[in-house]
């Protein structure tokens, strides 16, 4: 019977990487071990039709995917690539496509032993309704794997609250704990965290969308003179990289847009091209990113949310934050906020406290506030450098 489910997959137009899958199988290396119901998944970029999602997966143990309604009817998926680890031939990220979807129910995406045909994966997961409505959303920060033992309480309280999408505002992992200042340490310490935390294992998905701060950057406090930034971006977009599809759009490096529910969410690169404090002429998110914020904001009066790694209006703690270490480039900005029709909020992370601020309406033209949530695993206390 699971031999006649494989061949069934097959026909039915299931995704395999077939190429890797017949490398592995002439070289004796089926199978090495791994567990079932074992894969690390997230739900990235989803709509009203579609819905990305990345699975850290045993390319040595090859597996078909399949992504089905609840009484079994098939549905279109595409492997949009898939991203070795370029330190171990054991684990790489693939990832995938599925399409057709409808709002309101939901769906299984399944991934099948390619020898046996036996089940080795299943999640349920949902398109997302992107109409103006009211909607739930969670911002998460800091991450910090080593207290895994301690993070039961929060994932499961993040769950119970039932969000239709989370945005995590930089340190998805601590990269510099115990990876030390290399591209194979960050490479490990990623696929670490993706491996132990729970919120990768939940049975029922929700969409995640992902900007990165100091420790998943490259260290804490690294800025854009880091010399393996660019290893840096391969191995951040390897675990949370999605493909634009209708209104979302990519930006400079990890910088993205995404609109849903009647709100726009620019999630900004505050690492990549971030000037050190006191350089001259300083910036944080640089000219290119400077420019198409403000092209992309100016482009509708929906309002919309402008996401952070770091602190904007944090400048009253003397450590990191835009007001403190480029205040000249945010006065840039929040002029820009009062050019246009679009009214904005902030939301940012970093500083293992959280925090509402109000904005005076002197800064950007209209009272607002920054909503900072750190951290969700992490130490806290805020009169330390973090």
Same mark, same amino acid.
């Given at each position: 019977?699971?031999?006649?489910?494989?061949?069934?997959?097959?026909?039915?137009?299931?995704?395999?990487?077939?190429?890797?899958?017949?490398?592995?199988?002439?070289?004796?290396?089926?199978?090495?071990?791994?567990?079932?119901?074992?894969?690390?998944?997230?739900?990235?970029?989803?709509?009203?039709?579609?819905?990305?999602?990345?699975?850290?997966?045993?390319?040595?143990?090859?597996?078909?995917?399949?992504?089905?309604?609840?009484?079994?009817?098939?549905?279109?998926?595409?492997?949009?690539?898939?991203?070795?680890?370029?330190?171990?031939?054991?684990?790489?990220?693939?990832?995938?496509?599925?399409?057709?979807?409808?709002?309101?129910?939901?769906?299984?995406?399944?991934?099948?032993?390619?020898?046996?045909?036996?089940?080795?994966?299943?999640?349920?997961?949902?398109?997302?309704?992107?109409?103006?409505?009211?909607?739930?959303?969670?911002?998460?920060?800091?991450?910090?794997?080593?207290?895994?033992?301690?993070?039961?309480?929060?994932?499961?309280?993040?769950?119970?609250?039932?969000?239709?999408?989370?945005?995590?505002?930089?340190?998805?992992?601590?990269?510099?704990?115990?990876?030390?200042?290399?591209?194979?340490?960050?490479?490990?310490?990623?696929?670490?965290?993706?491996?132990?935390?729970?919120?990768?294992?939940?049975?029922?998905?929700?969409?995640?969308?992902?900007?990165?701060?100091?420790?998943?950057?490259?260290?804490?406090?690294?800025?854009?003179?880091?010399?393996?930034?660019?290893?840096?971006?391969?191995?951040?977009?390897?675990?949370?990289?999605?493909?634009?599809?209708?209104?979302?759009?990519?930006?400079?490096?990890?910088?993205?847009?995404?609109?849903?529910?009647?709100?726009?969410?620019?999630?900004?690169?505050?690492?990549?091209?971030?000037?050190?404090?006191?350089?001259?002429?300083?910036?944080?998110?640089?000219?290119?990113?400077?420019?198409?914020?403000?092209?992309? #904001?100016?482009?509708?009066?929906? !309002? +919309?949310?402008?996401?952070? @790694?770091?602190?904007? /209006?944090?400048?009253?703690? =003397?450590? *990191?934050?835009?007001?403190?270490?480029?205040?000249?480039?945010?006065?840039?900005?929040?002029?820009? #906020?009062?050019?246009?029709?679009? !009214? +904005?909020?902030?939301?940012? @992370?970093?500083?293992? /406290?959280?925090?509402?601020? =109000?904005? *005076?309406?002197?800064?950007?033209?209209?009272?607002?506030?920054?909503?900072?949530?750190?951290?969700? #695993?992490?130490?806290?206390?805020?009169?330390?450098?973090?």
């Amino acid at each position: 019977m699971e031999f006649g489910r494989r061949k069934f997959l097959l026909s039915a137009g299931a995704a395999t990487l077939s190429a890797t899958s017949r490398k592995a199988w002439s070289q004796g290396m089926w199978p090495v071990g791994a567990p079932p119901y074992g894969f690390p998944i997230v739900q990235l970029h989803t709509d009203d039709t579609s819905a990305q999602f990345r699975l850290l997966v045993n390319p040595l143990q090859p597996c078909i995917y399949e992504a089905t309604t609840t009484d079994g009817r098939a549905l279109p998926l595409t492997i949009l690539s898939s991203t070795p680890q370029p330190f171990n031939s054991s684990e790489a990220l693939d990832h995938i496509l599925v399409e057709g979807l409808q709002t309101g129910r939901d769906y299984v995406l399944s991934a099948y032993d390619e020898r046996t045909g036996a089940r080795v994966e299943e999640r349920v997961f949902r398109a997302l309704d992107t109409r103006p409505r009211v909607a739930r959303f969670a911002i998460a920060s800091c991450m910090m794997d080593i207290l895994e033992a301690f993070q039961d309480a929060m994932w499961d309280s993040l769950q119970k609250m039932k969000p239709e999408v989370i945005f995590f505002l930089g340190d998805t992992t601590y990269t510099d704990l115990g990876g030390g200042d290399s591209v194979k340490g960050n490479w490990r310490r990623h696929i670490e965290s993706r491996r132990k935390f729970n919120i990768y294992k939940w049975k029922r998905l929700v969409p995640i969308y992902a900007t990165w701060d100091d420790h998943d950057f490259g260290g804490n406090n690294k800025d854009g003179t880091l010399a393996r930034k660019s290893d840096s971006l391969k191995s951040f977009k390897a675990m949370w990289g999605w493909a634009p599809r209708g209104t979302a759009l990519l930006g400079p490096s990890v910088a993205s847009q995404v609109d849903l529910c009647g709100q726009r969410f620019f999630l900004m690169d505050d690492r990549y091209f971030r000037d050190p404090r006191g350089a001259s002429k300083a910036v944080q998110w640089g000219s290119n990113q400077e420019s198409w914020f403000a092209r992309n #904001l100016a482009a509708s009066s929906t !309002p +919309a949310w402008i996401m952070n @790694g770091g602190q904007f /209006f944090g400048g009253y703690l =003397k450590k *990191e934050s835009f007001e403190y270490d480029h205040p000249t480039e945010l006065a840039r900005i929040t002029q820009t #906020l009062k050019d246009v029709a679009a !009214p +904005a909020m902030f939301a940012s @992370g970093d500083v293992h /406290f959280s925090e509402l601020m =109000k904005i *005076e309406k002197a800064r950007v033209g209209y009272e607002t506030y920054e909503v900072t949530s750190s951290s969700i #695993l992490s130490t806290t206390n805020p009169i330390q450098d973090t």
